[in-house]
């Protein structure tokens, strides 16, 4: 608004100066009259202004003579030269030499700045215009900026008034935008207490309208959710099942302990007697101990110590350690001569506790059979014997911790139900996978297959 007001005294004085330099005057006293006569149609009004044209040599014409102290202008052409000499003196014969009405006639070139009594803060705008025959007239177009002041004060007060009634609009809608997001995030935390108490059975609603990120994270928290629920429901049976297996030797061996105990004098037998049922019930809660750390360790591996293998020698190396012990006839079948990318030692523990688990399952002097078999991209290993089997609907359960078929297996065995759990975890951690299936033996096969080339760690492919 000030560089218009600067832009509109500009404009003003073109034209006052294009309208004085048109006359017919030469002379300054003629000069002086047609100053005269523009300010008389230069009177005050909406605009405010000031206007003076001080003619050199002449006198000096105003359109606000009251507010300039000086004297009311004579009507009439011609008339300056009477009062051509009393124009900075005032109506009641007082010098004009009043500060306001000096400041403003007395302006430098150029913008300026002048205060006046009850108008306050004036912009004026000085500049000297040459005349025709060499005369000179300086011509000053003031703007009080009493009215701009008072626009930006308004204005002022508008924004504020706006800006604080926006600012509160803002805040409610932010505050309900924010609501309205970050609900599904509380519903969220709260579940996630409900966990960490213990609670598992909560889920996040998912809306079937929405197809945007909440909805994509409530599905993907349930699903955490349902693994965890599974995972904790899992170690609860673990937990129940490995207390039971470790319960049972443990009352073995105390009572065992306190029927010694009772008598005072006992015999040499007795003493090796409960000896040998303390020995047995100990060496299997340690390997019911061993099993489980070596479960434990393999959750947490993520490297294998691969190398070339050839699994002809590891088969019959493992084979021959149990016809020393086990009256079981051993059959090698096809045996392939590639070698594969495997762990040695565990996958040795994958053998031994397959032979061991078909030991388990066939009679004294029953068959059972190794081979591995080239596939093209990767090998199978497979045991085979002729016991009675597995039923179709518990070969995928077989593979879980402490599960027992009730018609061929028995904690009575002396085993600690974490066999087939142990080869599974160790033939994943290879990136294999094992079956089972019918035999053509008549009893079960356990196969463990790579999961086909490169896949996994390495799996059973070829190295």
């Known amino acids: 608004m000030r560089d218009r007001t600067e832009t509109d005294l500009e404009r003003e004085i073109e034209r006052l100066s294009g309208a004085l330099a048109s006359g017919n005057a030469d002379t300054p006293g003629g000069f002086t009259d047609r100053a005269k006569v523009l300010m008389r149609a230069e009177s005050f009004g909406p605009s405010a ?3 003076s044209i001080s003619v050199d040599g002449g006198g000096t014409a105003t359109n606000q003579p ?23 003196k005032g109506g009641d014969g007082h010098s004009g030499g009043d500060d306001d009405a000096r400041n403003l006639l007395e302006s430098p070139g150029g913008l300026s700045s002048v205060k006046v009594d009850d108008v306050g803060e004036v912009r004026v705008l000085t500049r000297s215009v040459d005349l025709p025959e060499g005369n000179r007239a300086t011509i000053r177009v003031g703007q009080p900026l009493a009215p701009v002041d008072r626009a930006l004060e308004g204005l002022s007060d508008t924004f504020l008034i706006v800006g604080l009634l926006t600012l509160v609009l803002a805040a409610g809608a932010g505050w309900l935008l924010a609501s309205s997001a970050t609900k599904p995030m509380r519903r969220m935390a709260g579940i996630a207490e409900g966990v960490g108490g213990g609670d598992l059975s909560d889920r996040m609603p998912i809306e079937e309208t929405r197809n945007d990120e909440v909805r994509r994270l409530a599905e993907s928290f349930n699903k955490m959710l349902d693994r965890l629920e599974e995972a904790f429901t899992r170690q609860r049976a673990f937990v129940a099942d490995a207390s039971h297996d470790l319960r049972t030797p443990l009352t073995i061996v105390k009572g065992q302990l306190d029927v010694l105990a009772r008598d005072p004098h006992p015999t040499a037998d007795e003493v090796q007697r409960v000896t040998g049922i303390v020995t047995v019930a100990t060496d299997r809660m340690e390997r019911l101990v061993d099993d489980l750390l070596l479960l434990a360790r393999t959750e947490g591996e993520s490297q294998l110590n691969a190398e070339s293998t050839e699994l002809g020698p590891l088969l019959a190396a493992e084979m021959d350690g149990f016809a020393e012990t086990e009256n079981r006839r051993f059959l090698a079948g096809k045996v392939t001569d590639t070698a594969v990318s495997i762990d040695r030692e565990l996958m040795a523990r994958v053998i031994s506790n397959l032979i061991s688990n078909a030991v388990v399952h066939t009679e004294p ?33 077989v593979f879980d911790r402490f599960a027992r078929l009730d018609s061929a297996r028995s904690s009575d065995s002396g085993g600690s139900g974490l066999g087939l759990s142990i080869v599974k975890a160790l033939v994943e951690l290879h990136g294999g996978s094992v079956g089972c299936e019918e035999s053509p033996l008549g009893g079960a096969r356990f196969t463990v297959d790579s999961l086909g080339d490169g896949a996994g760690l390495g799996g059973f492919t070829h190295s």
């Open 49 to 51: 202004r000031v206007i």
């Open 66 to 88: 009251d507010l300039l102290g000086q004297a009311p202008q004579p009507e009439g052409p011609g008339s300056g030269d009477d009062h051509s000499s009393d124009d900075h």
């Open 365 to 397: 002097g029953g068959a059972i059979e190794l081979s591995a078999v080239d596939r093209g991209g990767w090998v199978v290993i497979a045991v085979d014997d002729d016991g009675p089997g597995v039923p179709p609907e518990m070969r995928e359960r």
